[in-house]
């Protein structure tokens, strides 16, 4: 007997997904419309590729629960919502207006034997248990992330108060090594002053005594160049770089820069060659600052190259740059090193030829005024064939 106030459509179908058997069927409809079908014809094109995957998932899973998909007008405008189990390699599919109340609706039917009712219950079960297992799992990651989301949280408000603290100790190292550097530049000064007045007038001095004033006069340089970078850095690091802009016109520039060095190039007998390809070139810039980043460039190459070698100052222009190298003929900087070069403290393992000394900060200074100036720099070289240093200036429009 089949209860009469149960709408649906109960069906078994092949392994393949095509019907086999019609249990039960109240749509109004033949019978043998559908037996024989495959399952996926019962439904609307675009509900076609949905019905093919709830096959599949029965087939994966041995049961599927709760699809809902539109049949065929032909056969019903409404949405029906399915559910089917793999018994025996046969696919037990069941079809209702509403969600299914599996008790209900099998016990309405009165067509399955106990042992089916008994696996339809338990493929159900099994579903349920899983549902609620996947939920707890979900929960449980949930509330991991949540905890974890916590301590994320809390660590970056205590990274902001360690980053504004450090900025804080920044800027008081700053002020500190300010004060320092500028309290010993003017003795450091007068210190170099008297030893040059005293080497000039070395006449009643020792050969020792003469030696000593050359360290003197070494050293105080030295240290002095030292507070003066340290100057040069401290206002950097504050962010207070500030230029004085004015038209200067750059080959001039370096033909001075290149006479006030020509001392120290004919102590260790080097020529200085410049090849300009520019007659003159207007730039807006700050003359002292670029001064120094080009002395800086100029005496490095002197300071390690061998004696009697060339030292090239090019000056070209490139699209709205202005280019200009210093190449020397020195022994070269290894390629893993090249990046040291403009950092702050940081010296590669090329070695002054005469003994000079260096701060590690000049080139640091060198690439941050040529970026205020919205310019860049950079270096190529070969180890036992010389190195280029290469500084880019935007051109006046």
Known sequence: MINNNVDGLVISCSKEGRITTVHFCSLGINEEKIDGKLFIELFRTEYIHTALDFINKIKEDSAAFGWELFMN???????????GSLIDNEIFIIGSLTKVDFDKFIKGMMLINNEQINKIRELEKERIEKTLSEQKTDDKIFDELTRLNNELVTMQ??????????????????????????????????????????????????????????????????????????????????GSIKLSLEAVDIAVLIFQIIHLNKVLADKKEIEINIDSQIQSSSLFLDKGKIEQVITNLLTNAIKYSEKKTTITVSIYAEKDQIIISVKDQGQGIPKDELNLLFKPFQKTSVKSTDGEKSTGLGLFIVRKIVEAHKGKIWAESKPGIGSTFYVSLPSTR
Do not use: W
Not at 73 to 81: D, H
């Open 73 to 83: 007008p032909s056969i019903n405008n409404k949405p029906f919502f399915f559910s």
């Open 157 to 238: 408000r205590e990274l902001t108060k360690k980053n504004l603290e450090l900025e804080e100790l920044n800027k008081l190292k700053n002020q500190f090594i300010g004060m320092a550097a500028h309290d010993l530049r003017n003795p450091l000064g007068t210190i170099l002053n008297y030893a040059e007045f005293l080497e000039d007038e070395c006449d009643p001095f020792s050969n020792e005594q003469i030696e000593f004033l050359h360290h003197i006069k070494s050293q105080s340089s030295f240290m002095l160049s030292l507070v003066n970078d340290l100057l040069d850095v401290t206002s950097i690091e504050s």
